[in-house]
Protein backbone atom coordinates (compact mmCIF):
# COMPACT_ATOMS: atom_id res chain seq x y z
CA UNK A 1 0.00 0.00 0.00
CA UNK A 2 1.55 3.19 -1.07
CA UNK A 3 -0.28 6.75 0.72
CA UNK A 4 0.31 9.81 -0.89
CA UNK A 5 -1.24 12.98 1.14
CA UNK A 6 -1.78 16.24 -0.19
CA UNK A 7 -3.46 19.81 0.41
CA UNK A 8 -0.98 21.38 2.60
CA UNK A 9 -0.47 24.88 2.70
CA UNK A 10 0.03 28.13 4.19
CA UNK A 11 -3.53 29.76 5.76
CA UNK A 12 -4.32 32.07 8.16
CA UNK A 13 -5.85 31.51 11.97
CA UNK A 14 -9.26 30.64 11.48
CA UNK A 15 -9.25 29.23 7.77
CA UNK A 16 -9.61 26.03 6.71
CA UNK A 17 -7.70 23.12 4.36
CA UNK A 18 -8.53 19.69 3.33
CA UNK A 19 -6.25 17.44 3.05
CA UNK A 20 -6.49 14.31 0.87
CA UNK A 21 -4.73 11.08 1.14
CA UNK A 22 -4.68 9.06 -2.01
CA UNK A 23 -4.12 5.13 -1.77
CA UNK A 24 -2.61 3.05 -4.30
CA UNK A 25 -0.56 -1.00 -4.70
CA UNK A 26 -4.39 -1.94 -3.08
CA UNK A 27 -7.58 -1.26 -1.80
CA UNK A 28 -7.62 -0.02 1.67
CA UNK A 29 -11.53 -0.40 1.52
CA UNK A 30 -10.94 -2.94 4.68
CA UNK A 31 -8.43 -0.84 6.49
CA UNK A 32 -8.80 1.88 9.20
CA UNK A 33 -7.26 5.10 8.41
CA UNK A 34 -6.35 7.79 10.56
CA UNK A 35 -4.34 10.90 10.20
CA UNK A 36 -1.32 12.03 12.41
CA UNK A 37 0.77 15.20 12.83
CA UNK A 38 4.32 16.02 14.10
CA UNK A 39 5.52 19.80 15.09
CA UNK A 40 9.09 20.38 15.24
CA UNK A 41 10.52 18.96 17.77
CA UNK A 42 7.49 17.12 19.14
CA UNK A 43 6.25 13.68 19.33
CA UNK A 44 3.84 12.10 16.11
CA UNK A 45 0.33 12.76 17.58
CA UNK A 46 -2.89 11.16 16.67
CA UNK A 47 -5.29 13.89 15.24
CA UNK A 48 -8.32 11.84 13.64
CA UNK A 49 -9.15 8.06 12.32
CA UNK A 50 -12.14 6.22 10.72
CA UNK A 51 -13.36 2.74 10.75
CA UNK A 52 -13.03 0.74 7.92
CA UNK A 53 -16.58 0.90 7.28
CA UNK A 54 -16.61 4.63 7.44
CA UNK A 55 -19.37 4.73 10.06
CA UNK A 56 -17.11 5.42 13.07
CA UNK A 57 -14.72 8.53 13.26
CA UNK A 58 -12.39 9.82 16.53
CA UNK A 59 -10.91 12.69 17.20
CA UNK A 60 -7.94 13.87 19.09
CA UNK A 61 -9.58 16.44 21.88
CA UNK A 62 -7.75 19.30 20.79
CA UNK A 63 -9.06 19.23 17.17
CA UNK A 64 -12.85 17.32 18.03
CA UNK A 65 -15.27 19.88 16.62
CA UNK A 66 -13.01 21.42 14.04
CA UNK A 67 -11.99 18.95 12.49
CA UNK A 68 -13.47 15.80 9.83
CA UNK A 69 -12.79 12.81 9.11
CA UNK A 70 -13.61 11.09 6.03
CA UNK A 71 -13.42 8.62 3.09
CA UNK A 72 -14.25 7.90 -0.51
CA UNK A 73 -13.72 3.60 -0.32
CA UNK A 74 -14.71 4.09 -4.62
CA UNK A 75 -11.66 6.71 -5.01
CA UNK A 76 -9.76 4.91 -2.36
CA UNK A 77 -8.52 8.49 -0.53
CA UNK A 78 -9.33 9.29 2.87
CA UNK A 79 -9.75 13.09 3.59
CA UNK A 80 -9.03 15.40 6.95
CA UNK A 81 -11.31 18.60 6.63
CA UNK A 82 -9.64 21.22 9.04
CA UNK A 83 -11.54 24.67 9.88
CA UNK A 84 -10.99 27.16 12.45
CA UNK A 85 -7.17 26.50 12.52
CA UNK A 86 -5.02 27.55 15.11
CA UNK A 87 -1.26 28.46 14.68
CA UNK A 88 -0.78 25.12 17.20
CA UNK A 89 -2.30 23.43 14.47
CA UNK A 90 0.87 24.03 12.48
CA UNK A 91 2.56 20.56 11.52
CA UNK A 92 3.74 17.89 8.90
CA UNK A 93 0.48 15.67 8.95
CA UNK A 94 0.80 12.17 7.72
CA UNK A 95 -1.78 9.51 6.90
CA UNK A 96 -1.91 5.85 7.65
CA UNK A 97 -3.17 2.45 7.01
CA UNK A 98 -4.09 -0.17 9.54
CA UNK A 99 -5.59 -3.14 10.14
CA UNK A 100 -5.90 -2.62 14.09
CA UNK A 101 -8.07 0.28 15.33
CA UNK A 102 -6.27 2.45 17.55
CA UNK A 103 -4.81 5.92 18.35
CA UNK A 104 -0.81 5.12 18.74
CA UNK A 105 1.40 5.20 15.54
CA UNK A 106 2.26 1.67 16.21
CA UNK A 107 -1.39 0.62 15.00
CA UNK A 108 -0.94 1.86 12.01
CA UNK A 109 1.01 -0.02 9.26
CA UNK A 110 1.43 2.17 6.37
CA UNK A 111 2.12 5.45 5.77
CA UNK A 112 2.52 8.65 3.72
CA UNK A 113 5.02 10.47 3.32
CA UNK A 114 3.27 14.11 5.12
CA UNK A 115 2.26 16.95 3.93
CA UNK A 116 2.71 20.68 5.61
CA UNK A 117 0.25 22.53 7.23
CA UNK A 118 1.27 26.35 8.80
CA UNK A 119 -1.10 28.40 10.24
CA UNK A 120 -0.15 32.18 10.90
CA UNK A 121 -1.32 34.40 13.24
Known amino acids: VQLQASGGGVVQAGGSLRLSCAAS????????MGWFRQAPGKEREFVAG????????YYADSVKGRFTISRDRAKNTVYLQMNSLKPEDTAVYYC???????????????WGQGTLVTVSS
Open 25 to 32: GRTVSSYD
Open 50 to 57: IRWSGVRT
Open 96 to 110: AAGQAYGTGPGTYDY
